[in-house]
């Protein structure tokens, strides 16, 4: 017979399910589903990919926001996570009411902001509470949420261009999506009181030295993956107006990016988690380029195979790694990780002048292997797992 308390903490995988589909609905739906549904929004409404940074870069910044405001306060991960799923599932709704550039820069900004909190929220309880029940190695379906939503709303938005719908359709349709995940979430976060395991969050915890080093590499994962998951599709599309072809080229990241957090933590759970990390970039720096130096569109599925594949698993050995190594300030350092992403990624659209994408490739790549080395040169004698 269990006692009350321990009846609050949801099961493994309970707890691998709600983290699974508030990641889906937050980076899948709340951060990514805007990739899919650019060219459908340049071919219905006119959108140039001007105003497609621009809507990019909104939300890049609420995204920045909302990590720096966990980074500052450290809220509990329940409440984080609880808020963040609200406002994602409201202002992706907002987007399907209005073709004016103005709110749509404003529904994407907040959309931002509470992707952020889910993301720092989501990950942060999620591992907590199934370290606390011995599943560590359960993370990888967690992380695999965010490949599962971006699958899914690539197939929609290709489903969309197929039958020759509105965009406005596909984000309503995302929206309700978004909304069934966080009231049946919810249920599992609201009040879980017993589920924060660890310390409790460190808003006074003075950040280290070697904090600075992570925080910086993790900042040139963002800037340096971001532009082909911004543009990929659209850049198909330039290649082939098809959406058959083009639209394709968006489910085939999110798949893999599905995938690769699963299979990663099962085949390579002993390697340390910084030592992952730092592959990860290596062959997405590859991914980045392929496309850039060789425009078609088998190096566009090659470069979302590479990228899709290894963005996630970048993302989660970060998170891990910065658990391991940072004790009472994980909360903060992750919080401060991921702002620092965020300012990365909301650069990197900036960097597209006049619709060429080589030389900001040719940067971006430079950076992931700066990165890289300073990953492999600072963590060779961690002695934490991926999995641990």
């Given at each position: ?5 321990s009846?609050s ?15 889906a ?6 951060r ?8 459908l ?17 909104a939300?890049?910044l ?6 720096l ?8 991960p ?30 994407r ?7 952020a909190l ?36 690539g ?14 359709r ?12 966080m009231?049946?979430a ?40 971001i ?20 639209g394709l ?13 699963v299979?990663?933590?099962?085949w390579?759970?002993a ?10 970039q ?37 998170i891990?790694?910065?658990?391991a ?16 992403f965020?300012l ?19 940067a ?10 300073a ?7 961690l002695?934490?797992?991926l999995?641990?």
């Amino acid at each position: 017979m269990h006692s009350g308390a321990s009846d609050s903490v949801p099961s493994a995988l309970r707890t691998v399910v709600v983290g699974l589909l508030g990641l889906a609905a937050a980076m899948g739906i709340g951060r990514f589903a805007f990739t899919p549904l650019l060219p459908l929004m340049q071919a219905s409404d006119g959108l140039t990919l001007a105003h497609g940074s621009w809507l990019a870069s909104a939300n890049y910044l609420g995204y920045l926001l909302g990590a720096l405001a966990c980074a500052a306060r450290a809220p509990t991960p329940q409440r984080a996570a609880r808020w963040g799923l609200i406002g994602v599932a409201l202002f992706t709704l907002a987007m399907g009411g209005t073709q004016a550039l103005a709110w749509q820069l404003l529904w994407r900004f907040a959309a931002g902001v509470a992707s952020a909190l889910v993301l720092v929220g989501v990950s942060s309880w999620a591992l907590g509470t199934l370290a606390a029940r011995g599943r560590s190695a359960w993370s990888g379906w967690v992380f695999a949420g965010v490949g599962v939503g971006i699958a899914f709303a690539g197939v929609l938005g290709w489903l969309a261009g197929l039958t020759q719908q509105p965009p406005a359709r596909a984000w309503v349709a995302l929206g309700l999506v978004a909304a069934a995940v966080m009231g049946w979430a919810g249920l599992t976060l609201r009040g879980n009181r017993a589920a924060q395991t660890g310390p409790a969050p460190a808003a006074a915890a003075r950040f280290a030295r070697d904090d600075l080093r992570l925080v910086l590499c993790y900042g040139a994962f963002g800037y340096g993956y971001i532009i082909p998951a911004t543009f990929l599709p659209a850049f198909a599309r330039t290649l082939i107006d098809d959406p058959r072809a083009f639209g394709l080229v968006w489910p085939v990241f999110g798949l893999a990016a599905a995938a690769s957090t699963v299979l990663i933590s099962r085949w390579l759970h002993a390697r340390p988690a910084v030592q992952v990390w730092a592959a990860s970039q290596l062959v997405m720096a590859f991914g980045v380029l392929v496309y850039a130096l060789w425009p078609t569109l088998a190096t566009a599925l090659l470069s979302a195979l590479c990228v899709g594949g290894t963005f996630m698993v970048a993302t989660m050995a970060g998170i891990q790694h910065a658990r391991a190594v940072a004790g009472p300030r994980a909360p903060r350092l992750i919080g401060a990780m991921t702002a620092a992403f965020a300012l990365g990624q909301l650069i990197g659209p900036l960097t597209i002048v006049g619709g060429t994408v080589l030389w900001p490739s040719i940067a971006a790549a430079a950076v992931l292997l700066a990165s890289t080395a300073a990953l492999w040169w600072g963590g060779r004698a961690l002695p934490e797992r991926l999995a641990s």
